[in-house]
């Protein structure tokens, strides 16, 4: 079992940036593929960001490569979405998720997942 938190959302005009963050807690961290997916008002949950057990493999969603970047710190338990030039359409409710195996951005291979953070982008 492990409890994911994050923080770190809010709101931010286009073209910013914002950094969220998850916690994790419970048993070993670095045993969890971790991703980060997102949720607009009406819309499904959506694929952003993930990362490998060790960090040292990341996948992106198209729309945000290059403006986004997910990392790991296993000591510290935390996965951070380091988010720029942001896009009002990129509002959303955004969550990380773990997983016991390969990063994926396949939403349903993922068992734990936080409660989400608002990110609100002002155009």
């Known amino acids: 079992q492990v409890q994911l938190v994050e923080s770190g959302g809010g709101l931010v005009q286009a073209g910013g940036s914002l950094r969220l963050s998850c916690a994790a807690s419970?048993?070993?961290?670095?045993?969890?593929?971790m991703g980060w997916f997102r949720q607009a008002d009406g819309k499904e949950r959506e694929f952003v960001a993930a990362i490998s057990r060790s960090g040292s493999v990341t996948k992106y969603a198209d729309s945000v490569k290059g403006r986004f970047t997910i990392s790991r710190d296993n000591a510290a338990n935390t996965v951070y979405l380091q988010m720029t030039s942001l896009k009002p359409e990129e509002t959303a409710v955004y969550y990380c998720?773990?997983?016991?195996?390969?990063?994926?951005?396949?939403?349903?291979?993922?068992?734990?997942w936080g409660q989400g953070t608002q990110v609100t982008v002002s155009s």
């Open positions: 419970g048993r070993t961290f670095s045993s969890y593929a």
């Open positions: 998720a773990a997983r016991a195996g390969d990063s994926t951005e396949l939403r349903y291979l993922y068992r734990y």
